[in-house]
């Protein structure tokens, strides 16, 4: 008699990257804990406490501490991205949080896609409302990849990290790699 076991699996699994070389770099990234936490301004340094990572005060601003970011995605609410063996952890420090607050665990709903190189922000701009060689590194925002809904990281000017829902992933990534052709023939 065999068993059956459920395994995870990204929508991205087993995809190879994208690369240009010198250009652009378009891969899967790592996957990590994702957790989307609500709490007001009043909370947010105990909060960043438990998330061992300053909460940033403007919509859009990012910290960065050991492997954990915190963006500010709204007025009370904030993304949060860990490396994902401590996911519990943190879990764990928030029920220690006395302030009130929601962290939600949304770690299978997302997958990541790094975008890298010196045409990362031409290629990501074929799908984005935002002109993103103005948007400042170190910083992010939820926001739309053609119809799909993403939280983007600008990491540096010429890197960044989408984060998609499992059930849009594959579109995001066909965008993205169409957007490449573009940039090998440089139109």
Known sequence: MTMD???????????P????TGRLRIA????CGRFSLRTSDAARVEAGAAFSCPLP???????QREGRYALCVGPDEWF????????EAIEERFRAVQTPHSLVDVGNREVGIDVSGPAATLTLNSGSALDLSIMAPGSGARTIFDKSPIVLIKFSADHYRLEVWQSFATHAWNLLAAASHEIVLDI
């Open 57 to 63: 005060l403007r919509i859009g601003g990012l910290e």
């Open 17 to 20: 990257p994208i690369e240009i």
């Open 80 to 87: 949060l991205l860990a490396p994902i063996a401590e996911s």
């Open 28 to 31: 899967p990234a790592a996957d």
């Open 5 to 15: 076991y459920l395994v995870e699996r990204s929508a991205l699994s087993g995809v």
